[in-house]
């Protein structure tokens, strides 16, 4: 009878170790998806703003290349 004991409380001990290193991986990962989720959208407000501040000049060349279509029309 305390063999039994002794058995379940070793398994019990050993289920509750694995429970416990299976929660703390679990929350690693999670840990390294947010991380990596909010390295991305940084990247993408980085590449929205880049956008933004280039688009003037991308209007500017296209309009020169217009001029300079027509005038060699003319």
Request: glycine residues 0%; without cysteine.
């Amino acid at each position: 009878m305390l063999r039994e004991i002794a058995t379940r409380a070793v398994e019990d001990a050993q289920r509750k170790a694995d429970e416990e290193r299976t929660k703390a991986e679990r929350e690693l990962h999670w840990r390294a998806a947010i991380d990596t989720a909010m390295e991305l959208a940084t990247h993408e407000q980085d590449a929205e703003i880049l956008r933004v501040q280039t688009q003037p000049l991308q209007e500017a060349e296209n309009l020169n290349a217009y001029r300079n279509a027509m005038e060699h029309q003319l």
